[in-house]
């Protein structure tokens, strides 16, 4: 299974800005799953925010994880977001469990834990960036193929090196820990939001790689790179961990 992972160079508060600028981006590539980072859709309302991650997924002929948008609710915005497959069906929606940082301070409210959702016979789950933080988010979910992780990762470093090695160091953890891939789609570090920096931490963790300087790729150069999710060689290193008694 090959997954793609969208790197934008700008953010926008129009929504549709952001999904014209990454339908353009990813045109001319192929795969299987393609995963946008957070806040992809804005503050676009609910259902124009659906049509255009569905839209992405048809016109693309993969499955979108649809980064996120906030969407507005009694009480105040949830950030939220879906996963639509090739065919334009609806696999799963996802919302932010631990809002952070400004949007705490800006009245984001905490959503519900998604239940992942099956793509050619493996299990995928979603995490919105802080929620990966939190190992919490991923026990009880034995036998998770992959980690899907859209971020808009803000920080308050001078510059973007400090995050970027924390969330390296996160996710590889995270993928070792529960034996499952790690995907993790950020805006380009050069991307602002109300005037707070990205570090643009995209990148990817393999569990089980074949040189001890595989463990994590990323960030990488492009705005659309892809990872192949080798699920044969996961299979082989969740058994022999097995064997050795790690549970």
Same mark, same amino acid.
């Given at each position: ?63 979108? =994880?649809?980064?996120? !948008?906030?969407? *507005?609710?009694?009480? %105040?915005?949830?950030?939220? #977001?879906?996963?639509?497959? /090739? @065919? ?95 995907? =993790?789609?950020?805006? !380009?570090?050069? *991307?602002?939001?109300? %005037?707070?920096?990205?570090? #643009?931490?995209?990148?990817? /963790? @393999? ?41």
């Amino acid at each position: 299974m090959k997954i793609l992972l969208v790197q934008p160079p700008h953010w926008s508060p129009d929504g549709h800005a952001n999904f014209d600028a990454i339908e353009e981006l990813v045109a001319s590539h192929a795969g299987d799953v393609m995963l946008l980072p957070e806040l992809a859709g804005s503050s676009l309302p609910r259902a124009g925010y659906l049509d255009r991650v569905r839209t992405l997924a048809l016109r693309s002929g993969m499955a979108v =994880v649809g980064g996120s !948008h906030y969407d *507005a609710v009694n009480g %105040g915005p949830i950030n939220r #977001g879906a996963v639509f497959g /090739a @065919d334009g069906t609806l696999l799963a929606e996802y919302d932010k469990v631990h809002p952070y940082g400004v949007e705490l301070r800006s009245g984001v409210l905490p959503g519900r834990p998604g239940a992942g959702f099956d793509l050619h016979g493996r299990r995928l789950r979603v995490l919105l960036c802080a929620d990966l933080w939190y190992s919490g988010s991923l026990a009880g979910h034995d036998g998770l193929d992959a980690v899907l992780v859209p971020a808009f990762s803000l920080t308050r470093w001078d510059g973007p090196a400090p995050a970027r090695e924390l969330w390296r160091h996160m996710s590889v953890a995270r993928a070792y820990e529960f034996m499952t891939y790690v995907a =993790v789609s950020d805006w !380009h570090h050069e *991307a602002t939001y109300l %005037g707070h920096p990205c570090a #643009g931490v995209t990148g990817f /963790a @393999d569990p089980c790689p074949r040189t001890h300087e595989g463990f994590f790729s990323g960030p990488p150069p492009a705005e659309v790179s892809a990872y192949d999710l080798d699920f044969d060689r996961l299979d082989a290193f969740r058994r022999d961990r097995a064997e050795r008694g790690f549970r």
